[in-house]
């Protein structure tokens, strides 16, 4: 069974930066696409960013690319995600999420709170 444990979010100025990290243990982290989704209040879960399993490739949502970037160290079961010229609209729990493109299954962890303040 695969278990994702964020850690990283806090309270931070607008302008600033955070990095999330998300430790990964139970499978083989290189055999999962991982990303990063984040839900505000009163509103739906939604995509932030996603790394192929060799980290050959990456997505953004727009609201927030060219300031974050994400990025992986299998070594370590470990997935990142700096977060750079916070905004408060990016105020929320940030998920890690683990996805197997073959068995079709996920997985998540139980979030990480990030506040923006203006």
């Known amino acids: 069974q695969v278990q994702l444990v964020e850690s990283g979010g806090g309270l931070v100025q607008a302008g600033g930066s955070l990095r999330l990290s998300c430790a990964f243990s139970?499978?083989?982290?290189?055999?999962?696409?991982m990303g990063w989704f984040r839900q505000a209040p009163g509103k739906e879960r939604e995509f932030v960013s996603a790394?192929?399993?060799?980290?050959?490739?990456?997505a953004y949502a727009d609201s927030v690319k060219g300031r974050f970037t994400i990025s992986r160290d299998n070594a370590k079961n470990t997935v990142y995600l700096q977060m750079n010229s916070l905004k408060p609209e990016d105020t929320a729990v940030y998920y890690c999420?683990?996805?197997?493109?073959?068995?079709?299954?996920?997985?998540w962890g139980q979030g990480t709170q990030v506040i923006v303040s203006s």
């Open positions: 139970g499978r083989t982290i290189s055999s999962y696409v």
């Open positions: 790394i192929s399993r060799g980290a050959t490739s990456t």
């Open positions: 999420n683990a996805h197997h493109q073959l068995l079709l299954r996920s997985y």
